[in-house]
């Protein structure tokens, strides 16, 4: 298996005052990316964009807007565009704290939603990279805010929006955060499917010992399943919270779509549920398989030590240096002990076969 190291030292944030604008994720050099996705029914434009164009994008109430940020270490970008959308100080705190657990928030005029998004399992590295996922959407324009690592899984949101006629362009912003939010819990579903098909082969392996698993593969599926834990168990909280929306940004055309949304995480957190114990079972029979290969050593062990226990018994009396021995004058007596002692091995032996120890 493939090993990776890994810097997982967060920063810290101890003594800073509430809403402190600070990216609490790994050191990037890469460039933070505005990509802006501007339709209606009719058009789509995609185009990257300055900060400095922002204001006047964000004024333009006649199109749908998903302005995309690759780059949440880019703490300028990220406060600067919150600002201007009048993003609470807790809540650009948030975004920045790639850590945040999963939540939702909801205010007057504009709504929060933090998730984590799992990419696509290395099955080989026994590892999925995890990212922090922002989402703010305010009237007509929502905005994502992405660390910089793998890309994302948004590529089939972007080839369906690019469709006239789509329901990503026939319908409000509220249904595109829907399809973002819904592609992530499908990779989700995908990533619990594939992990169940590897712990399925490795629990039929460990039954018919045909392979020898490293305790890696086995402690690896267990971080993938409690980084999906801690990502797919929030959002039972944060369904229900949705659902019952104090505010109108999610229009009663598409409630029917969050609904369905609210299925899948359960469905996700079941298959969950299952995994972890098939994973513990799986690692009850590493272990037990461990405990059988050292048995088999220490019983290998004894037989060999309970064989020659007589035997330097017998040894070790006739190598004693007294004169009043008689045994010791036998002219044949070498020779019979050697049978002697080959005779009660192979008893020994043929006893243990009769047990069935052997």
Not at 93 to 111: A, G
Not at 236 to 248: F, Q, S
Not at 263 to 285: C, G, P
Request: overall charge negative.
């Amino acid at each position: 298996m493939a090993k990776h190291k890994k810097s997982n030292k967060r920063i810290s944030k101890k003594g800073l005052p509430p809403g402190a604008h600070v990216f609490t994720g790994e050191n990037n050099l890469n460039p933070a990316i505005l990509t802006v996705h501007q339709y209606d029914s009719e058009s789509l434009e995609n185009y990257k964009v300055r900060l400095d164009e922002l204001p006047d994008l964000f004024n333009n109430k006649e199109r749908k807007i998903w302005l995309d940020l690759d780059g949440v270490h880019d703490v300028e970008k990220v406060v600067y565009i919150c600002e201007n959308l009048g993003i609470h100080l807790l809540h650009q705190e948030d975004i920045l704290n790639v850590y945040q657990r999963p939540k939702l928030e909801e205010e007057e005029d504009y709504t929060l939603l933090i998730i984590k998004m799992i990419h696509r399992i290395d099955a080989q590295a026994m590892e999925a990279e995890v990212e922090q996922l922002g989402l703010i959407i305010k009237n007509n324009v929502l905005i994502s805010f992405q660390e910089t690592k793998q890309g994302d899984v948004f590529d089939p949101v972007r080839e369906r929006l690019k469709r006239t006629g789509s329901k990503l362009r026939e319908r409000g912003v509220d249904y595109l955060l829907y399809a973002l939010f819904d592609v992530v819990v499908d990779s989700y579903l995908e990533n619990l499917v594939m992990l169940e098909e590897i712990m399925e082969s490795m629990e039929d392996e460990m039954i018919i010992e045909t392979v020898h698993y490293d305790v890696h593969n086995i402690l690896g599926l267990k971080k993938i399943l409690l980084e999906h834990k801690k990502a797919i168990l929030p959002l039972k909280e944060i369904m229900p919270k949705l659902l019952r929306t104090r505010t109108d940004w999610i229009s009663e055309n598409n409630k029917r779509f969050y609904m369905d949304l609210h299925d899948h995480v359960l469905m996700a957190y079941e298959m969950l549920e299952s995994q972890l114990d098939l994973q513990n079972t799986i690692k009850d029979m590493y272990l037990n398989r461990i405990n059988k290969d050292m048995n088999s050593v220490m019983k290998v062990l004894t037989i060999i030590s309970t064989v020659f226990i007589p035997l330097t018994f017998i040894v070790g009396v006739y190598g004693m240096n007294f004169k009043n021995m008689p045994e010791l004058e036998a002219q044949h007596g070498y020779y019979y002990t050697l049978a002697g002692m080959l005779a009660i091995a192979m008893m020994l032996f043929g006893y243990f076969k009769w047990k069935k120890w052997i």
